[in-house]
């Protein structure tokens, strides 16, 4: 029986040894977490994309967990108090990693120091979309409508979400004042929109994507100077004559701070390898979603450019979480 003790705990030291030398090696070898947001989001579905075909590498799953409201900060708190073992991942974007700072007193967590960035996975513009009802076939007709009626309002995924700052973005350059009314997420702004409860709204093209498919909301102009390589057909802010209106939406994989380096440079490895692949590029192109795999010290930066961008823009416009 003491041989047989000794032997176990020699197992297990060498077992704890091995994880010291290389925590990847066996990594991951049960269930991960892949914390989203709302159902419906692009965050939703781009954390069901990359995490089936993770699931399909690994032969291990990947389950997507979402926590809905305070524009994803909730799922991010998640991620920041979690174990730093590779098991609780987040999908974040400018809202909770950016604008969450101006925008909540009391922030449960800090974004550059509480997470271990991974990578980049997507890059995206904004949809400016009118429900079918709303008389008009381009912005300069939307403008001239709303000064006309003022029975216009707008939609967005919540406070200080990229689809809010994108709406407050348009109100300054096209001298209007919409009314925001903010929903728990990018998913029940478009059931609003399609609802007829609001006549305007900002979203994705991964969250319109079907419904604009369908011919159930209508397109005006994507965010961008260009037209939108996932988006072809919709003109871009600047041929709307709205070239102020330009937003990128981004979204970035993160583990909670202190993962191992090994866990996080396989995660990076492999995500990355994902991305890259003709037909997952092409599969987020149809989408809405360009594929934009990066170093975790890429995201990194990317995150502190985007906080020097946008802290000071929201505090000036007096944006608030209420």
Known sequence: MRRLAWMATMAALAAAASYAADPAGDYPSKPIRLMGQSAGSTADYL?????????????????????????????????????SDGYTLEM?????????????????????????????????????????????ASVQELIAYAKRTGNLNYASAGPGTISHLTGELFNQVAGLKLPHIPYKGAGLALNALLGGEIQVSFLSPTTAYAQLKAGKVKALAVSSRTRFPGAPGIPSAAEAGVPGMEATLWFGMFAPARTPRPIVMKLNREIGGILRRDDVKEALLKRGSEAT??????????????????????????????
Do not use: C, M
């Not at 075909?53 to 108090?81: P, Y």
């Not at 909540?104 to 904004?126: E, H, Q, S, W």
């Open 293 to 322: 795999p990066s170093t975790p010290e890429e995201l990194g930066a990317w995150v502190k450019s985007e906080l020097a961008k946008w802290t000071p823009i929201i505090r000036n416009a007096g944006i608030r979480a209420d």
């Open 92 to 136: 974040g974007h400018a809202g909770t990693h950016v604008s969450a700072v101006s925008l909540y007193k009391n922030l449960p967590y800090d974004p550059v120091r509480d997470f271990a960035p991974i990578t980049l996975v997507a890059k995206l513009v904004t949809v400016l979309v009118v429900h079918p009802s709303v008389p008009v």
């Open 47 to 83: 954390s069901r994309f990359v995490g089936q075909k993770l699931t399909e590498k690994w032969g291990q799953s990947v389950v997507v967990d979402n926590r809905a409201g305070a524009g994803g900060t909730i799922a991010t708190e998640i991620v920041a108090r979690a174990a």
